[in-house]
């Protein structure tokens, strides 16, 4: 997925949690607001995290492309 995608949803989950601390009416909404905030971080790890196993793949790819070409060439 794209980058703007992650961003997109921690964003969401920033003003889901903003909405809930100030407009909530149940008893621990401050508690639960709270802990909607923490998914933001944890979503743009995921974010980081898919965008290097993708840059992974490519050096890997890349890697394995050159490596192809010095055999070639040795024959």
């Not at 889901?16 to 149940?26: P, Q, V």
């Amino acid at each position: 997925m794209k980058p703007i995608v992650y961003f997109i949803g921690a964003g969401m989950c920033i003003l889901l949690s903003i909405y809930i601390f100030i407009f909530g009416t149940w008893a621990n909404h401050e508690i639960m607001a709270v802990f909607i905030s923490t998914w933001a971080p944890t979503i743009i790890g995921i974010g980081i995290f898919n965008t290097l196993l993708g840059i992974l793949d490519e050096m890997c790819c890349a890697h394995k492309r050159i490596e192809d070409r010095q055999t070639k060439q040795e024959n």
